[in-house]
């Protein structure tokens, strides 16, 4: 993280966001503000191919450093377990529109309130975030983090044994929220951008509500966007 003092306003322009879906459902969202977020246990189950992502949340993490003689530590993570998910797209893009089996959309004009207005709508939230998706060939995230002494991971009791629960809070606190983020490079066209609602226990794998004061943040379809 990086801390820089600013002597002036400091302004964070993020992009009109395309939520792309049926007539019916665009409707709906505007009459009373109607959403469901899904989640990555769902985008493990969609049948097509557009929406269909098995290794959604699950990311390797490599650390290497050449300190200390050299060492290497390797671990695959899941992520976004309790997390709620909204995507949309960067751009509008009638071909995207298509491919994904939809008939219209919504335009999300102001991405952080309307992300902000649906949180205040859901139970047992913890944490939230947005941002565009990353792409890479592999889902993989490297890091040097210099030589780690393995040994505060081992068991007073049982030295012989590592205590993976410690263990893996170290590595997950190292990659940070990007495996939220990222996807494999065949997505790439689809440039998404996400929000995801982290919630002390999710019950289901999506969540349907209504947030009608989110409306103020979205527009219609239109000709000029065409």
Known sequence: MIKLPIVTDWNICTPN?????DQEYVDAFF???SLR???FAQFHKHEDEQRLDKKE???MFVHRTNQGGGQTITAWATHGVSAYVLCAAMRYDKSLMDTFGCNSY???TNSTNFGMAVARNIPGLVNAFEGPCLYQDMKIIEQDLGYIDV??????E???NIRKEM???????????YPLFLKEKSFAHQVEYRYLWIVRNKEADYLDIKVPEAIQFCEKESELTK
């Open 17 to 21: 966001l395309y939520r792309f879906l």
């Open 31 to 33: 009459k009373d503000g």
């Open 37 to 39: 977020l899904s989640s």
């Open 57 to 59: 949340g699950k990311t």
């Open 106 to 108: 919504f335009r999300i």
């Open 151 to 156: 040994n505060k991971f081992r068991d007073p």
């Open 158 to 160: 049982n030295p012989a």
């Open 167 to 177: 263990l893996n809070d170290f590595i997950l606190s190292r990659m940070e929220h």
